[in-house]
């Protein structure tokens, strides 16, 4: 199925990942067209295509407590130097832990940014346990029961153009126990300083990546 008036933007590193998962979900039951925010060069392909779409869906991991970097530096340095036609923008977060509120706020950042910009803030989704899934479908997730219809529900919102309430994944939230939490949290944050340490970035520094951007400038 295609549908040109769609754009979905995946704005994770990865391309096989959770967060292009959802956006080929989507792809399948409506249409649209996949692109990946490049993490260097110019985004001058990026901004001609969201400009021509109607509908603009960004999905993305929780790193920080919310996207990545990369998409702060385009839509704050970026896509402000350009015009927008009030297109329909529709958020997607997805991380490890399965509460709600450790990444809601990637949909906060991106309803400020709708209001200060020519953009119209449809809503979002938010995917608790999605990093365990690493790609896999979503009929793969602990709590698929209710997270595939739910997540259903919030594709028809964008086919529809409407607004996709946050009840829908709220409704989502798988809870767990806490001794449970305990151990996933552990295990999370093993897998992160493992990645850290193989590019060779101090653990124990947790704004590496702030010195490198004041060391460029």
């Excluded at 967060?19 to 979900?25: D, P, Y």
């Excluded at 991991?61 to 402000?80: C, D, G, H, Q, W």
């Excluded at 919102?157 to 939490?181: D, M, N, Q, R």
Aim: hydrophobic share 40%.
């Amino acid at each position: 199925m295609t549908n040109e008036n769609i754009l979905l933007v995946c704005v994770s590193p990865r391309r096989k990942g959770t967060s292009a998962m959802l956006l080929e979900r989507i792809k399948n039951f409506i249409g649209g067209e996949i692109v990946f925010l490049n993490q260097k060069g110019s985004f001058e392909e990026l901004i001609k295509k969201m400009q021509m779409a109607k509908i603009i869906v960004i999905s993305g991991p929780t790193y920080i407590n919310s996207y990545p970097a990369r998409l702060f530096e385009f839509l704050e340095k970026e896509v402000p130097n350009h015009k927008f036609s009030n297109q329909k923008l529709y958020g997607i977060i997805n991380g490890g832990m399965p509460y709600v509120h450790t990444h809601e706020h990637g949909l906060f950042y991106l309803k400020l940014f709708a209001k200060e910009n020519s953009f119209s803030w449809m809503g979002g989704f938010v995917l608790g346990g999605g990093a365990i899934l690493d790609g896999q479908p979503l009929e793969k997730h602990l709590n698929h029961r209710k997270v595939v219809p739910l997540f259903d529900q919030f594709i028809s919102c964008i086919g529809k153009g409407v607004f996709a309430p946050k009840e829908l994944y709220e409704k989502a939230e798988v809870a767990i126990p806490k001794c449970i939490t305990y151990v996933l949290s552990k295990a999370l944050t093993s897998k992160v300083v493992k990645n850290l340490k193989k590019y060779d970035h101090n653990p124990s520094d947790l704004i590496y990546y702030l010195k490198e951007l004041d060391s460029k400038n």
